[in-house]
């Protein structure tokens, strides 16, 4: 195979995870305009991430298992299948349920198999291919993920102020058209295995290695710590912050993503010349001040800083704690990527429900529910350390 091949799978790998950008982004754009035309009330608006992200959580278990029986191939073409019906399906099962908020439940977890899919195969399909600086590859790799849910929000902000927030259901089928036709990238491009058939580690093997279950932990605060902020960012800077929706959408989740992707790109191009688990420390501590400033910030333009803040600091957790585990376990094959995934979307399912319990036991309070995710970036820190310390 040339070079110029694997650029091929480089590019379908990249529009996978703006495919997984927009199913995680689009829908808590909508989060107000559910409330307001729906009913649906915090608490419930809270079971959306984490049904979206408790479905990715089987879907990472069960590939472990019929991932390499079906092959990759098949795979990643069912996840955008998947993703695309899902957003699909969002523009109309809704209004056909007696209970909307069951059927805005069902497409999220259609897309969400998706999703999960993606988060489990992009990584090893790109860790197989024979690029340099694996780490720094998979910072770019990532950071399409940022740069999809700038996509997503800028374009859906641009949608909405000229169409209004009432025509969402026409905006939620034109984002099903990029997974949809990313099958056709996927099923021509080459895809080679990441470990040899019959070296790689059983599931067995790996949750009886000690290390295994540190780097799990390091992969739930990763996820905890992006998504709790990603999630409710909108919601948070509109209800909190007194912006209206359009500057919230822009320098809330927008400018998360913006900062997020800057900081996976700086690491891709740089990453090199800095020890990766000294940068997820200082990164650790930076989200956690990034916390602090969003929920105890009295000016808005603090509290939007702090959530553009969080976007840089969290932009190096979730692909480094991938590459010090593929490094650390390189037997690990399909269940190591998996069960990482699996620890990621754990944490990604845990924040964001946190955030919106906390806030509605707290009177639809989302700054206090912002205030309780700081526990999630200092476990980050202190996982960091103690992998070091081993």
């Known amino acids: 195979m040339t070079q110029k091949n694997y650029r091929r799978t480089k590019t379908a790998c990249y529009l996978g995870f703006v495919t997984q950008a927009i199913s995680a982004n689009f829908t808590p754009l909508l989060f107000l305009t559910f409330y307001r035309a729906y009913g ?3 608490a419930d608006l809270a079971l959306i991430p984490l049904a979206f992200f408790l479905t990715q959580l089987a ?9 390499d029986k079906i092959g990759y191939r098949k795979s990643i073409i069912i996840a955008q299948a998947t993703s695309g019906c899902g957003l699909l399906f969002l523009s109309f099962v809704p209004d056909l349920c007696p209970r909307p908020f069951a059927g805005i439940l069902l497409c999220v977890m259609i897309y969400a198999v ?3 899919l993606i988060e489990v195969l992009c990584s090893p399909i790109i860790e197989a291919c024979p690029f340099d600086n694996k780490a720094g590859t ?18 859906s902000t641009l949608f909405f102020s000229i169409f209004g927030t009432e025509h969402w259901r026409i905006l939620s089928c034109l984002w099903s058209i990029i997974p949809l036709y990313n099958i056709v990238n996927f099923a021509s491009c080459p895809i080679e295995p990441i470990v040899n058939e019959g070296e790689s580690m059983t599931i067995g093997q790996l949750v009886k290695t000690k290390v295994f279950w540190l780097f799990i932990v390091l992969m739930i605060s990763a996820g905890a710590s992006e998504a709790s902020m990603a999630q409710w960012a909108s919601a948070f800077a509109e209800s909190s912050l007194g912006v209206s929706k359009t500057v919230g959408d822009l320098l809330g989740p927008c400018g998360f993503a913006v900062f997020m992707g800057c900081s996976r790109v700086w690491y891709g191009k740089y990453g090199e010349k800095v020890k990766l688990s000294g940068f997820m420390i200082a990164s650790g501590i930076l989200c956690l001040v990034s916390y602090l400033l969003a929920a105890l910030s009295v000016w808005p333009v603090m509290g939007l800083f702090g959530c553009m803040l969080c976007g840089f600091s969290v932009g190096i957790m979730w692909p480094g704690s991938i590459s010090i585990s593929s490094a650390g376990m390189p ?8 069960l990482l995934a699996l620890g990621g979307d754990l ?3 845990v924040g964001p429900s946190v955030v919106g319990n906390i806030s509605h036991v707290m009177g ?9 995710g700081v526990c999630f970036p200092l476990l980050l820190a202190v996982s960091v350390l103690l992998l070091r310390k081993n």
């Not at 879907?59 to 991932?67: E, M, N």
């Open 331 to 338: 037997k690990g094959g399909t269940a190591l990527f998996a």
């Open 59 to 67: 879907v990472d278990f069960l590939s472990a298992k019929f991932v």
């Open 347 to 349: 944490g990604a399912a």
């Open 364 to 372: 639809e309070n989302i700054q206090a529910g912002i205030l309780a």
């Open 40 to 42: 649906i009330s915090y």
């Open 114 to 116: 998706g999703s999960g």
């Open 138 to 155: 998979m910072s770019l790799l990532h950071s399409f993920y940022s740069w999809g849910a700038v996509g997503t929000i800028l374009c």
